[in-house]
């Protein structure tokens, strides 16, 4: 089956720092990943898709330039949250989607849960 | 834009029940709907997911059906056990191509033993 990892699972960090967030599909090429962010007992929220060499397009109201995403092979994604704040502490959850077999589905990682003091 | 309603937010029944939750779709283009289960603090997981070329179709206690006339549709669990108590999230989409998934808000399934 398709397999998403994410890393790391949990991080914490001081208000300021930026943390980096690796998205990878292990099993098969991800043309495209979704990044989301869920707060306790909420859906999902969109905050930007990529495509595989292309930038990220982002939804509104997400800042591109807090929320930086780079796609830079088939089996990787990273979000970046810059200059964090501890009202970015939440549950960021990236997806994967492919080609072929793998093209119709959504492939979820296991998040991350971010806690910014 | 797609636009997915779902419901109820909240189901609860007791161990052996059925359970059944409902989603809306906007898109009439829409051929793909997926279900998630979310276990708390846990990735969604694809359970099921059907295409627009069929009405319904089953695996062991979960099935989902869908009327493209209406644009909706169901999920259905029979002989519900504890360990299905999780979030479910419905989704729409389109089949092939660059699209964006639509999730619907999802529905907090309890089932007390």
Known sequence: ?117 | GENVEQHPSTLSVQEGDSAVIKCTYSDSASNYFPWYKQELGKRPQLIIDIRSNVGEKKDQRIAVTLNKTAKHFSLHITETQPEDSAVYFCAASLTGGSYIPTFGRGTSLIVHP
Not at chain 1, 1 to 23: D, F, L, M, W, Y
Not at chain 1, 47 to 72: C, P, R, W
Not at chain 1, 99 to 105: H, I, K, Q, S
Request: contains cysteine; hydrophobic residues 30%.
């Open chain 1, 1 to 117: 089956g398709a397999v998403v990892s994410q890393h790391p699972s949990r991080v914490i960090c001081k208000s300021g720092t930026s943390v980096k967030i690796e998205c990878r599909s292990l099993d098969f090429q991800a043309t495209t990943m979704f990044w989301y962010r869920q707060f306790p007992k909420q859906s999902l929220m969109l905050m930007a898709t990529s495509n595989e060499g292309s930038k990220a397009t982002y939804e509104q109201g997400v800042e591109k330039d807090k929320f930086l995403i780079n796609h830079a092979s088939l089996t990787l994604s990273t979000l970046t949250v810059t200059s964090a704040h501890p009202e970015d502490s939440s549950f960021y959850i990236c997806s994967a989607r492919g080609t072929g077999g793998f093209g119709d589905t959504q492939y979820f990682g296991p998040g991350t849960r971010l806690t910014v003091l």
